[in-house]
Structure formats: C-alpha cells, structure tokens
C-alpha cells in the first residue's frame, strides 16, 4: 500500500523564520515519484518540485529547498527566511511510475506566516 | 508550463439540479485527466480517472451514476454532479499529466460547488 504522511497540521512562524514541513512516504515499488504542491487561499494547486526515487541529491531553488532520504522515506520541504507570500497549504505527493499513475497526497501542512 | 483550465470556478444551484464542470488542458493533450474533490481543510481525495474515449476509472466509494465524467477529447474531460445535495458540496478540481516521463500533474484552478 502507498501512503504518503505529513504529521503537521499547522505550522505558525514569523516571517524571516526558517520552516520546514515533514513529509515520510510509504511504497513497496523500488522505482516511484515525489512531489510538492503548494496550495495558496485562492485554491488552485502549484507544482513545486518533482524527485525520481534514485535522484536522492537534495534541491535548493531560491529560499526553498528539499531533502530527500531514501532510508528514513522521507522528503522534507524547507523554506528559508519564510514570508508572508508562502502562507498556503502545502501537500507532498507520492507516484508510482507505472500502472495508473495515481498521485496519493499526503493531508497538508497549513503554513501561517505572521509579519 | 503546462496550463489547465477549469470552468466554472464557482457555482451555486439547488439541491436536485445537476452541475457540469469543464475541465481543459489549453497546451497540451491530455490522454489522462483525474478529478479531486477537497473538504474544506483536508486533502485531495481522488475521486476518478478520466481517460480519453473510455470509460472513467472511479475509486472505491465514489457512485458513477452521481458523478458522470466524460472525456469526449484529448484537451477536455467534464464531471458532471447529477442531481445535486448539499452534501456534494465540495471543491472540485481537475488535473491533468502532461507527458509520461516527467510526470507530474498540473491542476485546474478548481471549482467550488454550493448546493443549496
């Protein structure tokens, strides 16, 4: 079965604070997809970034930045001098890379950014 | 990137009539579409996947007959919520895969239905 857990609910920090939002997946395929969506109040989702399961070099863009670890199954998401534009829900998602190509979204981390 | 178009994005009706939303890949074809339906605060629930010129996969616990997508294109796939109750209240939102390699889902704007 795949699984795809984000532990925190809601997340509170002031702007200009580190953050960073857990992800842990669970899969039985060897070979598999993960992503992060950022889902500001307007509703509509935005990709942030997609990772192959043997790509394990972790990501910087800008202040965002991924760590992703095979052995813990984790795929950790931090923003770097967090501002109030990043208040969203933010959802990590797991893929296999063949069959039906499901996503399965974790339950999103709400992320308040207070000025 | 990839753009899909989702239509309307918020509609109101009454409890019984049914409610079609669109759901358009604007520059790319889209052989597979999937539709989600979100709870306020809570996550994607999968409710089908839609495939160009067959039958719709649905996921367990969703009633076919209730929700009827058509993917009549390789750019437009419609859900339409038949005979509506205000339990069917929802957000709504389409996605669609643009390619097979890279894989990743790019969504519609969303669509949120009030029945009232």
């Known amino acids: 079965a795949q699984k795809v857990t984000q532990a925190q609910t809601e997340i509170s920090v002031v702007e200009k604070e580190d953050v960073t939002l857990d992800c842990v997946y669970e899969?039985?395929?060897?070979?598999?997809?993960l992503f992060w969506y950022k889902q500001p109040p307007s509703g509509e989702l935005v990709f942030l970034i997609r990772?192959?399961?043997?790509?394990?070099q972790n990501e910087i863009s800008g202040r965002y930045s991924w760590n992703f670890q095979k052995s813990t199954s984790s795929f950790n998401f931090t923003i770097t001098a967090s501002q109030v534009v990043d208040s969203a829900v933010y959802f990590c998602?797991?893929?296999?890379?063949?069959?039906?190509?499901?996503?399965?979204f974790g339950t999103g981390t709400r992320l308040k950014v207070l000025a | 990137g990839a753009v899909v178009s989702q239509h309307p994005s918020w509609v109101i009706c009454k409890s019984g009539t049914s409610v079609k939303i669109e759901c358009r890949s604007l520059d790319f074809q889209a052989t597979t579409m999937f539709w989600y339906r979100q709870f306020p605060k809570q996550s994607l629930m999968l409710m089908a996947t839609s495939n160009e010129g067959s039958k719709a996969t649905y996921e367990q616990g969703v009633e076919k007959d209730k929700f009827l997508i058509n993917h009549a294109s390789l750019t437009l796939s419609t859900l339409t919520v038949t005979s509506a109750h205000p339990e069917d209240s929802s957000f709504y939102i389409c996605?669609?895969?643009?390619?097979?390699?890279?894989?990743?889902?790019?969504f519609g704007e969303g669509s949120r239905l009030t029945v009232l």
């Open positions: 996605s669609a895969r643009s390619g097979a390699i890279t894989g990743e889902l790019f």
């Open positions: 998602a797991l893929r296999a890379t063949s069959g039906t190509y499901k996503y399965i």
């Open positions: 990772r192959n399961s043997f790509d394990e």
């Open positions: 899969t039985r395929d060897t070979t598999y997809y």
